[in-house]
């Protein structure tokens, strides 16, 4: 599904050269659900921008379906990860003056031809996966943590991506809200098919997924 | 766009708590900025419009009689008659008249007349028979006053078009009374029309005007005239001024005269008027500037503290130009929201009267150029933080703290 080959990221300043990330080949294929682990600092975040086209490698090549995306525009860029990736962060990144179902909306303003109530029935379907149909209404912060982090799941599947990546989705949340998270992420995963790449420190959780990439000062180690 | 300026409308409506001042701010600004634009159209929509008189090689001689009243007696009126005549001999003078108001001075007469069921204010100056001629008046229908006139139980009357349109539409007034007169009063009677006589000057609203004949044989219903106009020949100069001054003084010694060119009077008045005028303006444009600069913090700011909600948008596939209209676009709407708390409250002016002061075109327009200066402004001071917001990189804004 998608393909990182000899990827490398260094960052720059006028005195310093930080190599973030050093020959990383990484394919990940449709449907299947990985874990990204590694020490503080050592790239795994990098690497989940690599596939979530965030930003750009400082070498190697990336390809979706098989097709390389280094010649594309910012434009094209944006539309590939609006249609195709969906995005789970750790600390929710939810807008806070807006409505809950207004905030699952976000990815499907970029997208052209849905109309409003369009947009509002995917909104609602994607808040009825995650099991919030009764807090379309509230405001973030009237949410739990877990809760929140439900809302982010639907922000991130509304827009049906067949690629779903998360950044220590479960950082912020007790043991049992985790389970839930994790819960959602699986049953998306089976019943839907989506391609899933998770960032965790949790082993336990890491277990739960099909194979665990290994991250160690921007190597991959397994 | 149309899905994105409704979403940023709900994203501004519910910061309203937040945006509250600088909505506030931007009203003020936007009522100040309609104060300044009404007054500058205003200005402008009077200054195109025709004076309806010539001031070059006028001048005015004031004449102080160091008498009480304005009813003449008939020696008085024999006195103005006698300056008139030896005026008149002089070689650099071509015509001469007498009149109760000149140009560009702050005294005038006026009053408010029922015409054809109307209630309508106009100005009103009494004049000689050669007034027309010293102040180059265009006459547009019937005529101007002449020695006939003399011997009439009714004062000969002029109007203006501006008057005979609001007095009598498209009927002629000719041969008319212009109102119905009180008892005891003579009846004013309309002999002609003329295109104007804008006695304030270029800036001020034109007004109704009517011009009552003095009949210097009928002393008793005449007021006597403070002023002479002297209509000059080309190229007489300043120094002429003296000999004017000693001949009108071996005429009649015991009156003084003061000389003011009426070139002269139009500047000291366009003056007064544009002095406060453009000081009105650096004020405002002062404030525009503040406005501006605060803005430009203001957004700013926001942007930065909204980094990572830049980055959420840019990660769900929203493009440097969807990042640049989103910064961009909340202040506009932000702008549009004060503006129309402003236009509500604009308004509600012509309800006190404000249409009384000025056309409606100018109403309308001020408000239409008030509201794009403002919406300049907002763009303007938006876009160098909106051009910063876009070029955020993705992975960047989703890690900023």
Known sequence: ?222 | MIATTAHLFKLVWNRKRSNALIMLELFIAFLALYGVTALSLFFWSNYNKPLGFSYANVWQVEIDRKEQGDKPSAEQTERLRRLIRSAQTLSEVENVTASFTVPFSNSGKGGNYTINGKQLRMDINEVTDSFKDVMNLQLTNGRWFNPSDDGQNWIPVIINERLCAAGFGSESPLGKPLYKPEPGEKERRVVGVITDFRKNGELPRPSLFMAERINMNDTASFHVPHNLMLKLRSGTTAAFEETLVKTLQATVKDWSYRITPLQESHDSTLKNVMIPFVLLGLVVGFLLLMVALGLVGIVWQSVTRRTREIGVRRAFGATYGDVHFFVLGELLIITTFALIAGVVLLLQLPLVGFLDLVDASVYAASMVLAMSIMYGITALCGLYPSMLASRIQPSEALRYE
């Open chain 1, 1 to 222: 599904m998608i393909q990182l080959e000899h990827i490398e990221k260094v960052y720059r300043t006028d005195s310093l050269e930080t190599v973030a990330l050093s020959n990383i080949n990484v394919a990940v294929q449709q449907g299947e659900f990985v874990s990204i682990m590694g020490p503080s600092g050592s790239g795994k975040s990098t690497l989940l921008n690599m596939l979530g086209l965030l930003d750009e490698p400082t070498a190697g090549t990336i390809a979706l379906h098989g097709k390389p995306l280094q010649s594309f525009r910012d434009k094209e860029l944006a539309q590939v990860r609006n249609r195709e990736i969906g995005f789970i962060f750790q600390s929710f990144h939810l807008i806070s003056d807006l409505r809950v179902v207004d905030n699952v909306e976000i990815p499907l303003l970029y997208r052209k031809g849905l109309s409003g109530s369009e947009r509002r029935k995917l909104a609602l379907e994607a808040l009825d996966a995650v099991g919030l149909t009764s807090r379309t209404k509230h405001f973030p912060t009237q949410l739990s943590g877990g809760q929140q982090q439900r809302v982010a799941i639907a922000r991130a599947i509304v827009g049906k991506p067949s690629l779903l990546l998360a950044d220590e989705p479960t950082g912020n949340l007790d043991s049992a809200m985790s389970e839930e998270i994790m819960s959602i992420l699986h049953e998306l995963n089976q019943k839907r098919g989506t391609t899933i790449a998770m960032v965790t420190h949790d082993e336990r959780l890491a277990t739960q997924t099909d194979r665990t990439i290994r991250i160690f000062d921007g190597r991959q180690v397994q």
